[in-house]
């Protein structure tokens, strides 16, 4: 069987592939990965065979253009809200979820998003890269639409492999549902626009799949997931944390309590920078009876002036080797991030941004008891994230409902496990096309 995988050139999003991609190719399946060219050297360092597609998508040079697109799709809305607004594809409150604020967060999210990470030249490269490869199954990112397109234009089998919560599944299927109860004339729906027009140009049409995957591939617990009626299939998060070398600090356990605190590659690689005080973090640790490992490089230490004496600095270790020793991790809630402390049982006290998913990650493990996230939106106070690390590590139902979604990761089918299902898969879904 060929595999093709189709992924956002950001690493954290490759990252979440390549347990699987491996897996395939372990079991003497064909597997090539298309992306942006700004992410072919993270692809072959993971001794995988890349395809570039497209121009470089440079996100650590778009931001700017982003709000810019933004601003300029909520243009077409009669009296446009807050354009940040209009991207919240986490808004989950009813009386939010009108078919106007539905309507102007898929017509922002397509213009500025979904659109720009499948542009043209790169949607052109990825078919005809299908139609000359002729991959049986593409695995494209939730992000990167333009797979889906590929696989239909080739005849492939397609599935979305998540990377976070389903916030593209859940929101469409309220935008579906609040446009069927409006008169047909009043209808909106920019991304079925934006995506038909896009599959008309290879000769096939738009049908949701083209949104959601013929099924989607989830490595979160299933207790994490929220709720849509989508085919999805289970799998579990193997962690990845690109080339590494376990330091020889790391080789002995710690003398006392070990927290780990992280802001992510997301923030350091994409985002241009933290969402979250480097120092009043390290203030708020700094008086913990625990050693905490942060993960800082230099440009995050820029502006710190002390750096506390229990508080070891290091640029760049492993999670999957150092969380391990850790009692509890302090991060912003990226999904790498989050699923490595989920897969090694470690409580979580995740200081939250606007990013994406991070809000309702926070909200989901703070309810399932595996951790704690800071009560207000304003400004971070350390002596509230203090208490927030002390509670965590003394109180030992945190380490209990950790444990819990460990061993819920452990039961999903391993990335080697779902090689067969995967065949089938595409055997079924190769067949009724």
């Not at 790169?122 to 991959?135: F, G, H, K, N, S």
């Not at 440009?299 to 492993?318: C, I």
Request: proline residues 9%; negative net charge.
């Amino acid at each position: 069987m060929r595999v093709l995988f189709v992924t956002l050139a950001a690493p954290p999003h490759f990252f979440a592939q390549v347990p699987l991609a491996w897996a395939l190719r372990a079991a003497g399946h064909d597997v090539r990965v298309a992306s942006q060219p700004d992410l072919m050297d993270t692809v072959t360092a993971a001794g995988l065979p890349a395809v570039p597609v497209g121009p470089r998508l440079a996100q650590d040079e778009s931001v700017e253009k982003l709000r810019q697109r933004r601003e300029k799709a909520a243009e077409r809305l009669a009296e446009p809200p807050d354009a940040q607004e209009l991207m919240r594809m986490a808004e989950d409150r009813p009386e939010r979820l009108t078919p106007d604020f539905l309507d102007g967060l898929f017509t922002v999210m397509t213009s500025a998003i979904f659109q720009n990470f499948s542009a043209e030249e790169t949607v052109d490269d990825l078919v005809a890269l299908a139609r000359r490869w002729r991959p049986d199954l593409v695995v494209w990112d939730t992000l990167m639409m333009g797979g889906a397109v590929a696989a239909r234009a080739s005849g492939a089998a397609h599935a979305r492999l998540l990377y976070g919560l389903d916030l593209v599944g859940a929101a469409r299927e309220r935008h579906l549902a609040a446009s069927a109860g409006r008169p047909r004339g009043l209808r909106e729906d920019p991304l079925a626009e934006w995506l038909g027009w896009t599959a008309a140009r290879y000769g096939v049409g738009f049908t949701e799949d083209l949104v959601t995957g013929q099924w989607t591939l989830d490595p979160a617990p299933a207790s994490l997931r929220p709720p849509t009626a989508l085919p999805w299939v289970p799998v579990r998060h193997v962690p990845y944390n690109g080339r590494s070398v376990v330091p020889e600090w790391l080789r002995e356990p710690p003398a006392r309590r070990r927290v780990c605190l992280t802001l992510g590659l997301s923030f350091r690689e994409v985002m241009g920078g933290e969402q979250t005080s480097v120092p009043a973090l390290l203030e708020s640790l700094g008086e913990l009876d625990a050693e905490v490992v942060a993960t800082l490089d230099s440009g995050q230490l820029a502006e710190v002036g002390h750096v506390p004496g229990n508080v070891r600095v290091v640029d760049f270790v492993p999670l999957d080797a150092l969380l391990p020793t850790c009692s509890a991790i302090v991060h912003q809630g990226g999904f790498g991030t989050a699923q490595n402390a989920l897969v090694h049982g470690v409580p979580q006290i995740v200081v939250p941004n606007d990013l994406w998913d991070i809000h309702p990650r926070a909200a989901l493990i703070e309810r399932s008891g595996a951790g704690l996230r800071p009560s207000g939106s304003g400004p971070l106070r350390p002596a509230e994230l203090r208490g927030l690390v002390t509670r965590v590590l003394e109180e030992p139902s945190y380490a209990r409902n950790a444990a819990r979604l460990r061993n819920e990761i452990e039961a999903a089918p391993s990335p080697a496990d779902l090689v067969p299902v995967l065949q089938a898969l595409t055997a079924r879904h190769r067949r009724l096309s």
